[in-house]
């Protein structure tokens, strides 16, 4: 296959910088009206106290709690493994790095709303934070509600540092194309970048620095989001097996979470040529993996259960295998197993970009209903049967839920119109390919600007 | 130092609930309506578990009065992120509704679900509002209520007891359940105190604790009730 | 655009029919609150409820900034002349402070044991005495006190007992004419002061 | 959008002037100037009496100051009052012994209740529409004043009726005092729980008619026969305190107790072992055990004297009642009753009581004098560990009340038929006094179209109920905390009690104390009727200071108002006649009484249409039906369903599966008499045969809090009576049940599982 030339690759990636067209505003107006919905609907919960929603005495935690450990989930799609393919230098990442560590930021923010708009008193989230006041009152370090608040800040300095470094160049190719106020901005943006040697090197660098640091950052993140639960005596959340497993959900849903994204940009954005089926199939085969090893933590997590036949643990048990959440645990079963092993073990499946997002829709189904079942059955089925009760949720919380999806389409829009999704220079420079190595990057730089 | 603490016994408990209606009247705990309590919003600091054993006509039935256990080591504590569960020297735990957030952490990690919330700011028609008890805060939206062993009893008596220059004797202080029981039932008292009536019951081989294995080591002892037929 | 739509309207489809089948089902809560009490009751009967909810934003906004107005009292009253005739604070005003835990604003009947005999003729005086005979309280306005949402069980007589001068805590009280807030109540205060003088620090100490 | 969620414009200043703490909105408040002195922030302690029902337990009321919302002339403002915070039980009173129900405790409420009636009123609108003018006091006594007028100068004084609830002591006096000196009948006293039954059979058994005082605390073994001692029956905080004592209150000794009943109560989960027994048989296993105990020799036959003497075939050892006849009737198996006689042989002293269900069938009488025969039995009368009846303070004698002892009054059934057909014996002025009979009683007495009839009627109550919406004329009596309260109990205590308190706090309203009200009017008639009282405060002056003091030189008078009562050892002459002047029903002489022998109960309504039997019981919340109206009691989960603000129907699960009925289905229930639909709550403990419905709901006319609230079993009742007494039978209807829908939320559960180990407990799926 032919690989578009360099000037090719400018004129794709930046043409949906410089025009925009009507889908674009109908894109915007849509969706964010969806968000702008749901930030009202937010607000009349915050006015009217949190009984507007289904919680009840003895679920305290419903559909916020579950969206905010999948959005912190998905977000594992980008950075981590954009920085996995860094450091193992596979060359196929080239296109895909940027788009997906555009999620970890994005999925990032969402899910850090989620546990401010679950307090009871929203206002007083700050008190999260530690800050000298008269009252000399720290938040209490061992709460693992603290840790979440430092672990997601971190990432999501980490990956907006990830995500940002290697844009500089390609800032400065937009500036170069552009005139008048957008070229200001984008001159700010790429803090006078002329693409010198040393400038290149730095960047290098940075880059590989920031790759080795953000792995340790990204796999505790999801751990400490488990310790929210196996910190609690409740049954089945006391599990020394929650945090690989709640790293390895994140991975998976977050792989299922790039491949939709690369999916729908290569169709939008007509990034059929960068975007290739053999990025999917690798992405599948990856997914593949995940799938397996999260059939075997579901499948530990469960026969230990069964074996330690601890009577509170063995009703949450049944309840989900069998009784009133059976129906939604199957499904997760069938999404999360049997629908991406399949899809993917099959080459012929594999290798078509729709199989891929079937079963990453399935996945991303899947892994929502998981956290779902991981906190509303044990918490309505915890020691004393006197207390336990049945969570429903409010058509409210549907809505505030459901339009956080409506929220990362809108800013993956927004995003794509502001800076090329595909890392134009990464393009660019294919050691792999003879007659392109040999050149230093900033040669190619300069000969960009050259008209 | 004290160590408070309560005995229940559950061959004296008849299961009349009047526990629990004491407790709305002395704690300012407000009716919900039917409404919300229908939709799982309604506070009962102490409630009274039954639990049905066999089937006709051998049929039994269990009563078990349960409030907070004001554990020694309290799973609400560690998990709140505002210090707003916490211990006190005293061994309650204390819940401070200024600093509570609403995170409902704790009220998930209670292994006895004794943890109440308040889903709306609480409400009484008027004139109900002139039965309401000075001493004890009107708690409002968002923060997490549930029973104290009526603090606010156990500061007044302190506090008489230091300004009379006497000694807290033994049963000076009673909680509005322990108050109110007509088959005295609840015994309240110091466990640090051997001779306190609470002690002895504690010690008593009937006496065990609710969901002891968790080890949350509670202040509650509930006496077994006896079957002799 | 034309390529995308088949797909995305199955999405659409797919969404409303979940949505249809939780709703059926009765996974979802779709209950509606009662309609709030209409209609005239009894002569006499009360509508009116208590809550604990700030009555406007406004007042929400002031509680979250702990911004308090400044008291207006309804009459001047010079502190500095009555504590300069050695009228002492807690024998006849404010008596209830050394036995309970609120001081307590004296009611007109407790000027009037005095000032119907005393300063008649001065206007403030008249002023109170013809409130008096139209059987209406001095409506004081509390310059200290917690706010509600502090949820403070503030008790003064244990802290008279331990001599804590009311100035302490109230400010050169006896110099003011009309009371001022002069000392700030925070918690740094408060538990400043506890910790010189080894008193409890534990939050139930006040918060309850 | 939720009611809850709106901001409320009274908001702060409620808030910090129930919590004395700072407020800007102080600035807006008109205060007006209090009527006493008011010490801030500090607690004082008063008497009171419970006034909820007829036990009369002691109470100590915590008074503090409140701002309480005022308008006077058209200026609203808040003015500051003492008042009632908290009611706990009298330590020392020796009814409750510092204990007080949750029935007492919630009675708080009563006071401040919203919907409470505040002043007179007068009907605007038609019969029961529950529309009514404000009227001055002075207009609304003149009025009935002139109503009385028109009946005398008619010659007609018969013709005013009054219809209240069984209550002794110094109200009733006055009470059954007016109405005679008027020359009117005798009170009709109603409750659908009342127990004059079981007095009758205690007159005739030992010339006692009065209710039984047991002494549990030193009993060994206690046998009841479907009475809710423990939650609604006779004095349930007395005996509470004695079950206490028995079970745990004596080193090395555990008291036993057995309940015979055919729906596991509240009292029955408490027993060691619950014998459910066929409707209506209990006397019969009550003679099945005589008879073994008999034969065991553990009392000869005249041991029982008297009371066994009114049993056909005791002196010859009831040979009638061997353990297979019994088994054939009640459906208890030989062996256990063999069992139950050894162990009562065995663990002596031991006790039998019988009431509630048990009473509550057309041969009621039968059972409670063979349990009355058991008892005398087993030598347990007056004895430690038995029963024994509360020396009686006379009031009557105390307050040198002239006149013959007071004739038994008229039943409802008569007064409503005698309304009914007109005439000139029928009433035309009604007043009524705290019953409310159209809730509680069976339509076919057709009580309410009885008092649509009634010319005029005039209401005392504090609330709209049922009853006292068809009222002309609402006089509001005070509360019980407003005004001096007191009471006579007739039984929970050893030695004789007469409870007295103080008001403790100023009304809240423009309200006046019925017995004053009364008195007033008896002077202000044409023909003053010349009560020698003022008011109820110099009456129980007069009837106190009859009472011998505690200290040598005292005065009993004011030291039963400060501790809230008189209790101790009474002189002879103040003890009421053994027959009981206290109470409505009179002593036949045991001579003119055939023995009684077992009599198949009789059952409204065709088993073949009506399988089912109907068990209305009282809830422990409601009571009746009289405490529904308050928001505490209202959300209180029921001791056994953990039900709040709803009424269900109890059903056996065997019969649910049997009739396709699941938990919380809705089903009809219906009768000869109505039909109902509620919420179907399964629970073993209760035989297949039957279903019950807790009384209380279903109010069309009670409070905010109460009205259209749940079901009524009362609707479904048929009119049977007991065949002597005439009390009403109101466990002998017969019912059918069949599903009727999916639930519907109506029915509101606070519990979620039903068995400890309950992981399948149906409750599981509560909404």
Redesign the interface.
Known sequence: MTRPSDRQINSDLIRPLLHTSWRFYLLVLFFGGIVLTAIGTWFYQAYSGYGVTGIKWPVFWGFYITSFVFWIGISHAGTLISAILRLVQAEWRRPVTRCAEVITVFALMIGALFPIAHLGRPWLFFWLAPYPSERLIWPNFRSPLVWDFFAINTYLTGSVLFLLLPMIPDFAVIRDKSTGLRRRIYGALSMGWRGTPKQWHRLETAMSIMAVVILPVAVSVHTIVSFDFSMAPVPMWQSTIFGPYFVAGAIFSGIAGLIIAMAFLRKFLHLEAYLLPVHFENLGKLMLVMAVLWGYFVFNERLVTYYGNEPAEMAVFWRTQRESFAPLYWTMVVCNFVLPVILMGIKYTRKTITGCVIASLGVVVGMWLERFLIIVPSLGHKYLPYAYGIYRPRVLEVVIAGATFAAIVLLYVLFAKVVPIISMWELKTPEHEPGHGDQAPEVQALREVQP | MPRWGMAA?L??C?????C???C???NNIS????????????K?WI???????????D?????RP?MCQQCGNA?CE??????AS?H??DG?N?Q??????????C???C???VR?????????????????????????????EKC?FC??RI?AAT?QA??DETELKDGDIKP?CV???????LVFGDLNDPESAVSRLSESPRGSKL?ED?G?HPAVTY?SR???? | MTTVRPSSLLALVACACAWLAAVGCGYIDTTVPPPPLTGPGLPGESRAVLTTARPNLRAALDDFLVRRPEPVQPIEFPHNIHVGKQIACTEYCHESVTTGPVAGLPSVRTCMICHNAIATDRPRIQQITQWRKEGKDIAWQRVYGFPAPSHVRFNHAPHVRAEVSCETCHGPIGQQTVAQRTVDHTMGFCVNCHKEKQAPLDCLTCHF | MDRRSFIKLTAVSGTTAALASCGNPENQLVRFVPDEDIVPGQATWKPGVCPLCASGCGLTVRVMDADKDVVRDGQAGVVTIYAAKKLEGSTDHPVNHGGLCTRGQASIQVTYHPDRITQPLKRSGARGEAKYDPISWDDAVTELVGRLDALVSAGNQRALALLGQARTGHRALVVQQFLQRFGAPAPVRWEIFGDDLLRRANALSFGRAQLPTFDLANARFALSFGADFLGTWNSPVSQSHGYGAMRQGRAGIRGAFVQVEARMSQTGANADRWVPVRPGTDGVLALGLAHLLMAAKVGAPDAAGRAGALIEGWSAGLPAYTPDAVEKLTGVAAAKVERLAREMAEQRPGLAMIGGPALAHTNGLFSALAVNALNALLGSVDQPGGLSFTPQFNVAAAAKAAGPAPDAGASLEELAAGILAGGAGAPQVLMIDGANPVFAAPKAWRVRDALENVPYIVSFGSFLDETSALADLILPDHSFLESWAENVPESGSAVAVATVAPPAMAPLHQTRATVDVLLDVGRRLQTPLNLPWESMEALLGITFATLPPSTEGGDAWSEAQEKGGWWGALPAALVAAPSGAASASTVAPASGFAPAAFVEPQFDGDPAQYPMHLLPYASTTFYDGSAAHLPWLQEMPDPLTSAMWSSWVEVNPTTATKLGIRDGDLVDVTSAHGTLQSTAVLTPGIAPDIVAMPMGQGHTQFTRYATGRGENPASLLAPLTEATTGALAWAATRVKIARAGDPDGRLVLFAGGKNEEGRHGPGEEHR
């Open positions: 016994d061959d004296r008849t299961g009349c609930g009047a629990v209606t004491a709305h009247a002395e009716t919900v309506g039917p409404y919300q309590a229908m939709r799982g919003r309604a009962h409630r009274v578990e039954r639990y049905w054993e066999g089937e006709f006509p049929v039994r039935l269990k009563f349960v799973p560690p998990v709140c992120p505002t210090y916490q006190t020297e309650l204390a401070v509704y200024n600093r509570c957030i609403g995170t409902r952490y009220a998930n990690a292994p006895y679900t109440f919330f308040d889903f709306f700011n609480p409400e009484w028609d008027k004139p109900l509002h002139l039965q309401l008890n000075p001493d004890v805060s009107l708690r409002e939206v968002g923060v997490m104290t603090v606010q500061k506090i230091k300004a509005a108050q109110s029981c007509p088959a005295q039932a969901l968790l949350t006496l006896q079957t002799q037929v």
